[in-house]
């Protein structure tokens, strides 16, 4: 059992949740959930990014203080993720006293290097250029497009002349390209590798790393220059994923972290949007690197859900509540539709009516059908008890009921493809495989024939139809426990139905080899069969089956 540190990016609270943040919340959250499933010790973060000059705007239109908007918003969000079946282990907040506190010592650490150093990592200059509040970043003039940001074209960009504290990006131009080359799996899908390989090749320059606190009250005072300077949005901003760790001073965890020990830090993955990956690819490592901290184990970059063509952004008003979205289907629905098609690493559509045909071809038809119809047939031809298997030998491949019997080894193909691509992060052929091993369940239901079978005098029909079922539930069974990660409230209401005691369905776990295992697993094919062990143990011949509502409601 390892140790999984695990985020999201944080989010401006300068409007409700959009669809694009529900979907990068859902999908971590359900990286967070596979690896809890796998048996890691998992630690989930995500959080709001409270100083932005866009929050201390709105908080203004609104009459509000930013602090108190910030405390309002941020309850808003957090009810918004519960409503999505969310569960982070921490909600950072970057207004808080102790980010701030985790600020002061990161800037410590980083003042205590440069100390004797002729070329300071951190120094005074004057900043001269452009700045977009929607993005919160400095713009170059070959930026901009007819003179405006082309990600916010309903802002004015605004131009800037002061002095600021710079930070030495360019000095960590080498070693950046150094760390690529020796960490290709670092940075993922590899397109965005060879991205900022191509920015690394322009040359970095170094960046603005705070404000006149006269322009922008709204920011932690800069350590060293409090009075007169705030620390820029992004250098305060990235710092969450050290507090959420709780480095204290000494490296160590913090006393009030019972059961973690040191050395938490550093996160095993960073999961954040295509816009924003210079800050964690470029800009974080080096920020680390001149603190002396080590370095993220990885960073996934996931895509944008379109709607219509569009990116879904709260500030260019393109916002559709995913929380309004959820009561149409039922939160897990949705949940299911972004991971099924929104391929994780690229972009993808939303559409209502899309959003309807899943529902309907997936969850009532597929999976919701096989339940309920199995479960049918178990109360009306076995008593409502999951029939024993036989010992019938369903002979060779081409026999007219040889399907019943390779039911099984179809159940062991789809699991361990459903496995790999939760591993390689593929939820969308993670769920395929479970949602096809339902459908050639229910293909075989079909095929069969169990109400003809039934009717047999021998009795051998029925013996058939017993094979089947049993086969079924516990694919069913199998389903439960993949799918866990994407809908976990439905997929335990599934093994509930099933005659399964939740409580032992919620303690199954697959034993996976650790990290510094792998090389040697990897040749080991036997593995994914072994990793169920736990849950072949937990057999279902015998159970009194619970027949509930349907799972998912046809409409
Ligand atoms: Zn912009």
Not at 83 to 99: C, F, I, K, P, Q
Not at 265 to 284: E, S, T
Not at 456 to 475: C, M, Q, S
Request: aromatic share 10%; net charge negative; glycine share 10%.
């Amino acid at each position: 059992m390892g140790r999984f540190y695990l985020t999201t990016a944080i989010y401006y609270p300068n409007a409700v949740p959009h669809l694009g943040t529900a979907y990068e919340i859902i999908g971590t959250d359900a990286i967070a959930r596979w690896r809890r499933l796998r048996g890691d010790d998992v630690f989930f973060l995500s959080g709001n990014d409270d100083h932005a000059q866009k929050v201390a705007q709105r908080a203004a239109e609104q009459g509000k203080e930013p602090a108190a908007y910030c405390d309002e918003m941020a309850a808003a969000f957090e009810e918004a993720w519960k409503a999505l079946g969310v569960g982070y282990d921490e909600y950072v907040r970057t207004a808080s006293e102790r980010h701030r506190d985790t600020v002061r010592w990161f800037f410590a650490r980083v003042r205590e290097r440069d100390r004797g150093r002729a070329e300071p990592l951190l120094y005074k200059g004057a900043y001269e250029g452009l700045y977009c509040v929607g993005c919160e970043n400095y713009l170059r003039e070959k930026d901009l497009a007819d003179g405006r940001c082309p990600n916010h074209p309903s802002r004015t960009v605004e131009r800037l002349k002061e002095e600021n504290w710079f930070f030495r990006l360019s000095a960590f131009e080498g070693w950046l390209r150094e760390w690529y080359g020796r960490e290709p799996g670092w940075l993922r899908p590899a397109a965005k590798r060879n991205e900022m390989l191509g920015i690394l090749g322009e040359g970095l320059q170094d960046i603005s790393i705070s404000r006149p606190r006269k322009a922008i009250p709204w920011g932690i005072p800069f350590p060293g220059d409090e009075e007169a300077q705030v620390v820029y949005v992004w250098f305060d901003a990235l710092i969450n994923y050290v507090t959420g760790a709780r480095i204290a001073e000494d490296g160590a965890a913090r006393p009030d972290e019972p059961g973690r020990g040191p050395g938490f830090w550093p996160a095993d993955l960073h999961v954040v949007g295509k816009d924003i990956v210079r800050f964690h690819a470029l800009l974080w490592p080096a920020m680390l690197r001149a603190a002396d901290l080590p370095l993220p184990r990885g960073v996934f970059v996931h895509g944008f859900v379109n709607t219509g063509g569009e990116k879904m952004s709260k500030s260019e008003g393109g916002a559709v509540s995913p929380v309004d979205i959820a009561r149409l289907h039922g939160p897990e629905a949705l949940r299911y539709f972004l991971l099924r098609e929104v391929s994780w690493g690229a972009d993808g559509e939303f559409s209502l009516e899309r959003l309807g045909e899943r529902y309907a071809s997936d969850l009532a038809n597929t999976l919701g059908n096989l339940l309920h119809r199995t479960l049918t047939m178990i109360e009306k031809y076995f008593g409502g008890a999951v029939p024993e298997p036989s010992d019938n030998d369903y002979g060779p491949e081409g026999d007219t009921i040889h399907s019943v019997g390779a039911l099984r080894l179809l159940l062991l193909a789809r699991r361990e493809q459903a496995m790999r691509a939760y591993d390689a992060l593929d939820f969308a052929a993670a769920l395929e495989a479970v949602t096809d091993l339902a459908r050639q369940a229910n293909q075989r239901i079909d095929s069969t024939a169990p109400w003809k079978l039934m009717k047999e005098p021998t009795g051998e029909g029925r013996k058939v139809v017993g094979d089947l079922l049993h086969g079924i539930a516990d694919a069913l069974k199998n389903a439960a426990v993949l799918l866990s990660p994407v809908l976990p409230g439905k997929a335990r209401e599934m093994a509930l139905q099933l005659g399964l005691d939740g409580e032992a369905f919620d303690a199954l776990r697959l034993s996976w080899p650790a990290e510094g295992q792998k090389d040697v697993e990897h040749l080991d094919e036997d593995r994914y069969a072994r990793a169920f062990a736990e849950v072949d143990a937990l057999a279902v011949a015998g159970l009194a089956t619970r027949k509930g509502s349907p799972l998912f409601p046809r409409e």
